[in-house]
């Protein structure tokens, strides 16, 4: 979506961000501006580390506007629905929250629609209009990250299973003591190489 009130060094970003995330979501083109302007604030920093508040779309800005990603364990995830984000410097634990807000928001009638949740709305069409509006609906404020640093965890082997889990979840991993089940086996499948690696032999 090209939009000349949009910074041309953004553009690569949306266009990145729309084949990563599969669309150009509201939620992404947010996320691509919330990042911007959480990285200027910070300014030059070696190693930034990111807390992202939500579970959607927004981390998906983070892991292609940084080297933060869920997997290398530099980006924090809360699951709190907000459209929030925080990038610090991972050794002084000083950095920048930014965030969308309500009021700002409430000068744009469409946004203010699809933010609240009232009703359906057409994406694309709030997609475009947050890619013209870029910061206008940001804030943001100086913090401290408090949150504990992750500790180096020793695992064990669970007694029903027998795969390895966290020693602190105890004996049972989290799946056999029922505290955390996401499936029941339908099926027991052998896996030899050639079936792994068909192209070789
Ligand atoms: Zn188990």
């Known amino acids: 979506m090209e939009n000349p009130n949009c910074p041309k060094y953004l553009q690569p970003h949306l266009e990145r961000g729309a084949e990563f995330h599969g669309y150009l979501s509201p939620g992404l083109v947010i996320g691509i501006f919330m990042v911007d302007l959480a990285k200027e604030l910070l300014g030059p920093c070696d190693l930034i580390d990111a807390v992202v508040e939500t579970r959607s779309c927004v981390p998906d800005a983070i892991q292609l506007m940084t080297s933060c990603t869920y997997g290398n364990g530099w980006m924090a995830t809360k699951d709190w629905d907000k459209m929030a984000l925080t990038l610090y410097d991972k050794e002084a634990r000083e950095g920048v929250r930014v965030f969308v807000d309500l009021d700002k928001v409430k000068k744009y009638p469409l946004v203010h629609q699809w933010y609240m949740k009232f009703g359906d709305v057409d994406k694309d069409e709030v997609s475009r209009q947050l890619i013209d509006i870029g910061r206008d609906i940001l804030s943001w404020q100086r913090v401290r990250v408090t949150h504990p640093r992750k500790a180096k965890r020793a695992f064990v082997v669970c007694s029903s299973c027998g795969e390895t889990h966290p020693a602190?979840?105890?004996?049972?991993?989290?799946?056999?003591?029922g505290s955390d089940d996401y499936y029941e086996i339908t099926d027991k499948g052998m896996v030899a190489r050639q079936q792994v690696w068909p192209m070789v032999k």
Do not use: A, H, T
Not at 168 to 177: I, K, M, T, V
């Open 168 to 177: 602190s979840d105890g004996e049972l991993c989290q799946r056999c003591s």
